[in-house]
């Protein structure tokens, strides 16, 4: 069983930071892939950032050179830094594991809340 816990939501002011946090439990493997994704009401699911086993990173453009995905593997933890935050980055910010075994798995945090509001 694998588990995503993340943390480090909130309510910031335009131009603010955050750092959100996620910690993976379980039978992860060694070749999987970590990442966030967001949501709003009545929108796809979207990827924000996302970042491989050896470190290969992929950005969405609204985000790139504001946001920077961190991994440790060690302690099997992904992070993402949001810097020069917009109203437009509000919304629920999931966790996501991907797991190469016989096939891709793949699994979701519970998901955390990001609104970015003066």
């Known amino acids: 069983q694998v588990q995503l816990v993340e943390s480090g939501g909130g309510l910031v002011q335009p131009g603010g930071s955050l750092r959100l946090s996620c910690v993976a439990s379980g039978s992860i493997g060694s070749i999987n892939a970590m990442g966030w994704y967001r949501q709003v009401p009545g929108k796809q699911r979207e990827l924000v950032a996302h970042m491989s086993d050896v470190g290969i990173t992929n950005y969405a453009d609204s985000v790139k050179g504001r946001f920077t995905i961190s991994r440790d593997n060690a302690k099997n933890t992904v992070s993402l830094q949001m810097n020069s935050l917009k109203p437009e980055d509000t919304a629920v910010y999931y966790c996501?594991?991907?797991?190469?075994?016989?096939?891709?798995?793949?699994?979701w945090g519970q998901g955390t809340q990001v609104t970015v509001s003066s």
């Open positions: 996501n594991l991907k797991v190469m075994r016989s096939t891709l798995y793949e699994y």
